[in-house]
T-cell receptor, first 114, second 111 residues
Framework: SQTIHQWPATLVQPVGSPLSLECTVEGTSNPNLYWYRQAAGRGLQLLFYSVGIGQISSEVPQNLSASRPQDRQFILSSKKLLLSDSGFYLC?????????????FGPGTRLLVL | KQEVTQIPAALSVPEGENLVLNCSFT??????LQWFRQDPGKGLTSLLLIQSSQREQTSGRLNASLDKSSGRSTLYIAASQPGDSATYLC??????????FGSGTQLTVLP
């Protein structure tokens, strides 16, 4: 069966510090991968999605970036965090290269920028 | 740009009641629509997916309907239980192949 992992689960970082969040999927090949952010009191916002290694599409201009160094690994990064980067970050995957199937979400990383 | 509205924002009901959660979306050109459940501080769990050609889907005590032309979906929960307490999110998959989420309905089922 397929599983999706995210770490860390919780992170507290000072403004201006770098960020690296990791997401890995097991039990499938060539998944579509997604990064979402859920800010307090707001809905889920798609940040990045990837249909293959090295292929990243950005939905929202910001100081965040994403990379997909391996088929089942998706990384969210920032060189300098802002207060507004605080939120709940969710990684998701959908199977077999088609985005029409259901998306499966990881447990999330709660980020607090102070 | 797709916009999704969920009504009500919050709902509190006694155990055993049947209830309906509403979702409306502005762009009817969708591939499918999903309903998710989110427990506090947790990720999302997919409950039901309705393809654009379908009118409804059922899973246990849950029934979701879709009226694509009017931009509406409803999630019906029968015989609600305290374990159903969570935030329910709907998300249509649009022409850009992206899910757009509503802000959710926070459901509390009182024992």
């Amino acid at each position: 069966s397929q599983t999706i992992h995210q770490w860390p689960a919780t992170l507290v970082q000072p403004v201006g510090s770098p960020l690296s969040l990791e997401c890995t999927v097991e039990g499938t090949s060539n998944p579509n991968l997604y990064w979402y952010r859920q800010a307090a009191g707001r809905g889920l916002q798609l940040l990045f999605y990837s249909v293959g290694i090295g292929q990243i599409s950005s939905e929202v201009p910001q100081n965040l970036s994403a990379s997909r160094p391996q088929d089942r690994q998706f990384i969210l990064s920032s060189k300098k965090l802002l207060l507004s980067d605080s939120g709940f970050y969710l990684c998701a995957w959908s199977p077999d290269g088609t985005p029409l199937m259901t998306q499966y979400f990881g447990p999330g990383t709660r980020l607090l920028v102070l | 740009k797709q916009e999704v509205t969920q009504i009500p924002a919050a709902l509190s009901v006694p155990e055993g009641e049947n209830l309906v959660l509403n979702c409306s979306f502005t762009d009817s050109a969708i591939y499918n629509l999903q309903w998710f459940r989110q427990d506090p501080g947790k990720g999302l769990t997919s409950l039901l997916l309705i393809q654009s050609s379908q009118r409804e889907q059922t899973s246990g005590r849950l029934n979701a309907s879709l009226d694509k032309s009017s931009g509406r979906s409803t999630l019906y929960i029968a015989a609600s239980q305290p374990g159903d307490s969570a935030t329910y999110l709907c998300a249509p998959l649009g022409s850009a192949r992206q899910l757009t989420f509503g802000s959710g309905t926070q459901l509390t089922v009182l024992p």
